[in-house]
């Protein structure tokens, strides 16, 4: 039975490049047809999936110097528990023809798989991962459902163990003693335990033992020891070893699923900058809709202090827009019709409709978003040889406790004492940290880095910092605070600073823009005037009346605009911006008053850590989107 694929090609730039494609992958053995269109940039495969498969086709294309594109889905998996779980997974997954490439990451629980839609659907994915065995979930909804089904149990289990432990060791002659310790053990084994059970089921099932079978041996084997001496001998109980056991574990997992909520942070903080909704004008009638379900050509109306639904064109209206998250760049910057912008970013000032152009993955948020969660998933090469040890781990350990326990027999210590030392190595040896501190750790260096604007290609680059003899630091929110504030007010006709600083603050009262802030930040405190016709001009300034008199503030074009002349003010605001300051004029009776001058400042210790890394012997370097005068400003002040 022959199979078709349509598989999307980067790379190409005529039509002899389809040519080039469609010799290779014929010569490919197993493949009947192949046709390769320039225009829409794919490939029609048709094959024998005895003889290929899309790996091997994969293979070909690359071969012939050309990039295949898959699509990319993450699915999170909550069983996920070791290395043994991670190479089920992968090579499971890796058998399914479609699959190009399988990332799983124990530290995230996330399963990242890259496959060809039209030889393989997401369902059969979900399906796939199912039949290994593992029960996988939207990831944000995993996250949730995760942290509270560990606290319940755990919650449970030692409210159950707290009375085991004190019957066990201090009420050695309550009535039904044996009976009590009986029922609350196997209480504490079967709903604490069940996750062990099964997890411990799933992976002999596979014939790659984990972690669950060394929790799920030790408390068994105490337990039924227990068991047997409560209804048939007169030995020791050990119920309190077997639930403390199932409850320390439980304890252990609460916080590591936290301590990994609290990691995946970074991506979250990334995914929450795409607004929800969007509102969208079909016919001269404009509704809410879900952000997700925006397609290229859709029209959306932007209004200030919303972000912006997704990547696109501006073809309708004018506005100031924060792009700091993408450029770096302090000050908002002015948008007007047939300008670009970016989806996450932030609408300041005007009303502006927005033409859709790129959605989904191919968004510039949904591209940096995938660049931090590909670079959690890599492993660095210390965490590939951690995974190689742990998963052969679990069959030593249970070789090296049945040894334990034939040891301490042969030397006489009896049944119980040889039991419990056998439960003993089953449970320190367990290789959860193994398995787990490499990842984690790498998981949260790259989270805190993204957090702080410093995107790091994977667990490698770690590794490899050792031996960087550069760093190129980003400006914004890295060296600098992030936000604008007043450094200096210029009086250019002798009315005083604090009136300046009235005027702008009374004009700026109805702005929600950033340089509007910092001046009504600098201005608390201070009395403001009565505010009337107030009227903004998106990417210029504001005017109105202020105490009765005609004010305004903003750059030199609201000044042309209102006829107001700059005479003085030039050479004042020229000084200003060659120092990196961004500037605003205030005007009062058509006669410019003052400078309001703002800058994103340095972090108080932004010198400091620049002057230890160069004594580290280390070149220093600064990349801003921001302006040249700015950027030099910055760097001459940090040193």
């Known amino acids: 039975m022959r199979k078709k694929a349509s598989i999307r090609i980067e790379g190409m730039h005529c039509a002899t490049c389809a040519l080039t494609i469609e010799k290779s992958l014929s010569a490919l053995k197993g493949v009947h047809k192949a046709e390769v269109s320039f225009g829409s940039g794919t490939a029609i495969v048709e094959y024998d999936p005895s003889l290929a498969n899309i790996s091997s086709i994969k293979g070909a294309i690359e071969e012939a110097g050309y990039?295949?594109?898959?699509?990319?889905?993450?699915?999170?998996?909550?069983?996920?528990?070791?290395?043994?779980?991670?190479?089920?997974?992968?090579?499971?997954?890796?058998?399914?023809?479609?699959?190009?490439?399988?990332?799983?990451?124990?530290?995230?629980?996330?399963?990242?798989v890259e496959y060809i839609p039209s030889v393989v659907t997401a369902s059969e994915l979900r399906d796939a991962i199912k039949g290994l065995g593992y029960t996988p979930m939207i990831r944000e909804s995993g996250i949730a459902a995760k942290g509270s089904k560990f606290k319940t149990k755990f919650v449970f289990s030692l409210a159950v163990t707290v009375p085991v432990f004190v019957i066990s060791m201090f009420l050695m002659d309550l009535p039904y003693r044996a009976i009590i310790l009986f029922l609350l053990g196997t209480a504490v084994l079967v709903v604490g335990g069940s996750s062990f059970y099964t997890g411990s089921y799933k992976s002999l099932r596979r014939g790659v033992p984990d972690m669950n079978v060394l929790v799920a041996l030790g408390a068994t084997a105490a337990y039924l020891y227990s068991v047997y001496n409560t209804f048939f001998a007169a030995g020791d109980l050990y119920y309190d070893a077997a639930a403390m056991l199932i409850t320390f574990?439980?304890?252990?997992?609460?916080?590591?699923?936290?301590?990994?909520?609290?990691?995946?942070?970074?991506?979250?903080?990334?995914?929450?900058?795409?607004?929800k909704y969007a509102s969208v004008v079909k016919d001269g009638e404009e509704r809410k809709v879900p952000a997700e379900e925006l397609m290229p050509g859709d029209e959306v109306v932007v209004r200030p202090g919303e972000a912006i639904p997704a990547d696109g064109t501006i073809i309708k209206g004018s506005s100031a827009v924060d792009e700091s998250m993408v450029t770096g760049e302090?000050?908002?910057?002015?948008?007007?019709?047939?300008?670009?912008?970016?989806?996450?970013?932030?609408?300041?000032?005007?009303?502006m409709t927005v033409r859709v152009e790129r959605v989904g993955r191919d968004s510039f948020l949904a591209q940096i978003i995938s660049f931090v969660e590909e670079a959690q998933a890599r492993k660095a090469p210390i965490q590939r040889f951690a995974d190689h040890v742990a998963a052969r781990f679990v069959p030593a350990v249970v070789s090296v406790a049945l040894l334990t326990f034939i040891a301490w027999m042969l030397l006489g210590k009896g049944i119980g004492f040889s039991l419990l030392m056998a439960v003993s190595v089953l449970v320190i040896a367990c290789p959860c940290a193994l398995g787990l501190a490499t990842p984690t750790a790498i998981m949260v260096g790259l989270g805190k880095g993204a957090e702080m604007g410093i995107l790091i290609k994977g667990g490698e680059v770690l590794e490899a910092i050792r031996k960087l003899d550069t760093v190129v630091f980003d400006k914004t929110g890295t060296l600098t605070v992030g936000r604008?504030?007043?450094?200096?007010?210029?009086?250019?006709?002798?009315?005083?600073?604090?009136?300046?600083?009235?005027?702008?603050?009374?004009?700026?009262?109805?702005?929600?823009?950033?340089?509007?802030?910092?001046?009504?930040?600098?201005?608390?405190?201070?009395?403001?005037?009565?505010?009337?016709?107030?009227?903004?001009?998106?990417?210029?300034?504001?005017?109105?009346?202020?105490?009765?008199k005609e004010a305004a503030i903003g750059n030199r074009k609201i000044m042309s605009r209102l006829g107001i002349a700059m005479d003085g003010a030039e050479a004042a605001a020229a000084r200003l911006e060659s120092e990196g300051k961004t500037v605003s004029l205030v005007a009062l009776e058509g006669k410019i008053i003052g400078i309001i001058a703002?800058?994103?400042?340095?972090?108080?210790?932004?010198?400091?850590?620049?002057?230890?890394?160069?004594?580290?012997?280390?070149?220093?370097?600064?990349?801003?989107?921001?302006?040249?005068?700015?950027?030099k400003a910055i760097c001459k002040e940090i040193g």
């Open 249 to 275: 574990v439980l304890l252990g997992r609460y916080l590591e699923d936290a301590a990994k909520s609290r990691a995946s942070l970074s991506i979250r903080k990334l995914m929450e900058l795409q607004p």
């Open 484 to 548: 604008p504030s007043v450094a200096e007010i210029v009086d250019l006709a002798g009315v005083g600073e604090e009136r300046i600083l009235r005027v702008a603050a009374t004009l700026e009262s109805g702005s929600e823009h950033p340089l509007a802030a910092a001046v009504i930040e600098r201005a608390a405190g201070l009395a403001r005037y009565e505010l009337q016709g107030f009227e903004s001009f998106p990417g210029e300034g504001v005017r109105g009346k202020v105490d009765g």
């Open 330 to 351: 302090s000050v908002p910057v002015d948008k007007a019709e047939g300008d670009t912008v970016i989806g996450g970013t932030i609408n300041k000032t005007g009303l």
């Open 67 to 112: 990039k295949p594109v898959a699509e990319r889905i993450a699915f999170y998996v909550e069983d996920m528990r070791c290395a043994s779980c991670i190479r089920a997974l992968e090579e499971g997954l890796l058998e399914k023809d479609g699959v190009v490439a399988v990332n799983a990451n124990l530290a995230t629980k996330l399963v990242i």
């Open 598 to 631: 703002m800058i994103d400042k340095p972090k108080p210790d932004a010198k400091e850590a620049v002057e230890e890394l160069k004594k580290e012997g280390l070149e220093v370097y600064m990349l801003t989107g921001d302006n040249e005068r700015v950027a």
